[in-house]
């Protein structure tokens, strides 16, 4: 994964200060595509975990390799949304 911006903290989720994080687990393709993003863990906030998905969604990846050949691969990623002071 290369230099990305954080996801978006949702504006309502911050107007209100709720803060939390969401695991994800995501299919990678063998283009470095991110196929699939599914939640593994809420955060108990439906705009937060959307947040989430969205962000990933949009991410590009090396792809896994099997010696040259690129493979499709599944990884698990934390994301938390703090509220900086």
Do not use: C
């Not at 969401?22 to 393709?29: D, K, R, S």
């Not at 896994?64 to 499709?72: F, I, R």
């Amino acid at each position: 994964m290369g230099q990305y911006l954080p996801p978006q903290y949702p504006q309502n989720a911050l107007e209100r200060g709720i803060e939390g994080s969401v695991t994800i687990e995501a299919t990678i393709g063998k283009l470095g595509k991110v196929i699939s993003v599914k939640v593994l863990k809420s955060s108990n906030n439906k705009s937060l975990d959307n947040a989430a998905i969205k962000w990933f969604l949009n991410l590009k990846f090396t792809p896994a390799k099997t010696g040259k050949t690129p493979e499709k691969s599944v990884i698990i990623q934390k994301i938390k949304f703090n509220i900086k002071d």
